[in-house]
């Protein structure tokens, strides 16, 4: 460890600064060209979402997004047991308007067949209470739900939209992601009654 911190010492601090610099670079660089293949080549998901936080004093304005798929129901009868910070599979399928239900969860992918999609995310809750179809959490015995987080939570807009889209009711409003084979998604566009309000560029 000693003559690899003396090596590291024989090299000019510029030259240091320099490498540390190209280093981040390339890992920016990186995250930005990942992020850039799921929208390019991701499957797109139509996703209802309900804002909360309309603001982040650093980056301008933003929404923090609540998914009707981050609650997952469990089949009565579930053996499986998920616990917090557990990376899953969640199946989506399309309902009769078209919007992404979650319709499973999984600790492996799941093989899939006709327009179902499987997305990546990661277990917040292992065990709720299951929303009813008025949208309230109700604690029925032998019912349970996992909340999960797929990375798609927190959306930037352009300044000073993040309160227009906040307040907007949200049976108006709708996320297109895009999701890759393997599970990686990202949010594509934003739509408000169906129509895009904001699309996010590839770079």
């Given at each position: 460890?000693?003559?690899?911190d003396?090596?590291?010492?024989?090299v000019?601090?510029?030259?240091?600064?320099?490498?540390?610099?190209?280093?981040?670079?390339?890992?920016?660089?990186?995250?930005?060209?990942?992020?850039?293949?799921?929208?390019?080549?991701?499957?797109?998901?139509?996703l209802?979402?309900v804002?909360?936080?309309?603001?982040d004093?650093f980056?301008g304005?933003?929404?923090?997004?609540?998914?009707?798929?981050?609650?997952i129901?469990?089949?009565?009868?579930?053996?499986?047991?998920?616990?917090?910070?557990?990376?899953?599979?969640?199946?989506?399928?399309?309902?009769?308007?078209?919007?992404a239900r979650?319709?499973a969860?999984?600790?492996?992918?799941?093989?899939?067949?006709?327009?179902?999609?499987?997305?990546?995310?990661?277990?917040t809750?292992?065990?709720?209470?299951?929303?009813?179809?008025?949208?309230l959490?109700v604690?029925?015995?032998?019912?349970?739900?996992?909340?999960?987080?797929?990375?798609?939570?927190?959306?930037?807009?352009?300044?000073?939209e993040?309160?227009?889209?906040?307040?907007?009711?949200?049976s108006?409003?709708?996320?297109?992601?895009?999701?890759?084979?393997?599970?990686?998604?990202?949010?594509?566009?934003?739509?408000?009654?169906?129509?895009?309000?904001?699309?996010?560029?590839?770079?």
């Amino acid at each position: 460890m000693g003559t690899v911190d003396t090596l590291i010492a024989r090299v000019p601090s510029l030259a240091r600064y320099i490498l540390a610099a190209l280093l981040l670079c390339g890992l920016i660089l990186a995250m930005v060209y990942q992020r850039a293949a799921i929208l390019r080549n991701g499957q797109e998901v139509r996703l209802e979402i309900v804002p909360v936080d309309p603001r982040d004093l650093f980056r301008g304005d933003y929404v923090v997004l609540d998914y009707r798929i981050s609650s997952i129901d469990l089949p009565k009868d579930a053996t499986s047991e998920f616990r917090q910070a557990q990376k899953v599979f969640v199946t989506l399928r399309p309902d009769e308007t078209g919007k992404a239900r979650a319709v499973a969860i999984s600790a492996e992918r799941p093989a899939i067949s006709g327009a179902d999609i499987v997305i990546a995310g990661t277990v917040t809750a292992a065990s709720v209470c299951p929303f009813n179809e008025s949208g309230l959490r109700v604690c029925t015995p032998g019912l349970r739900a996992v909340l999960v987080k797929y990375g798609l939570e927190k959306y930037f807009v352009p300044q000073g939209e993040g309160k227009i889209i906040e307040t907007t009711e949200k049976s108006r409003l709708e996320v297109v992601a895009a999701v890759t084979p393997s599970g990686q998604s990202a949010i594509k566009r934003l739509l408000i009654d169906g129509k895009p309000v904001h699309d996010e560029p590839l770079y």
